[in-house]
């Protein structure tokens, strides 16, 4: 099963939904207004005035990852917001159900994703950049806090 129609099949069960392109455009602003590496692929965090957190989410269980990031500035958030592709919808859902299955949710999109933490109230995403969250193809995870 491909990735989109994996995501159509949990937006049909609306474990997810997605966002607006103008939510995808303000998101993928933030991120390139941000030193990258010398690969242009990665977030270079020190050079950030970000406090960080990396995480080798490769050695970790799902429920581990989830119980770390918790106690991080995504934490606070009640919804998550993935960006994978700058010319496509992000994927919205809730925080435990985002972390609980990001190998699921990023699968088939290789490399490095993006995602930061928001709240939805009657219906409006409101979203927080700064809670960043750096998915490096399944390996690491970078968190602010």
């Not at 998550?80 to 700058?86: E, H, K, N």
């Not at 995403?125 to 809670?131: F, G, V």
Request: hydrophobic fraction near 40%.
């Amino acid at each position: 099963m491909s990735l989109d129609s994996y995501i159509d099949e949990l937006v049909a069960q609306k474990k997810v939904f997605l966002s607006s392109l103008k939510e995808t455009s303000s998101f993928n602003d933030f991120l390139l207004n941000l030193p990258w590496d010398i690969t242009g692929t990665r977030i270079d965090f020190s050079k950030t005035n970000f406090k960080y957190k990396k995480l080798n989410y490769s050695e970790l269980s799902d429920q581990e990852v989830y119980q770390c990031l918790l106690q991080l500035k995504i934490g606070t958030f009640s919804h998550i917001i993935i960006l994978i592709d700058s010319d496509e919808a992000c994927i919205v859902t809730d925080i435990e159900y985002g972390l609980l299955h990001l190998d699921e949710l990023l699968a088939g999109s290789p490399g490095v994703s993006f995602i930061c933490g928001a709240t939805l109230n009657d219906k409006k995403l409101k979203s927080d950049y700064e809670s960043l969250l750096m998915y490096d193809d399944g390996r690491y995870l970078v968190a602010v806090f």
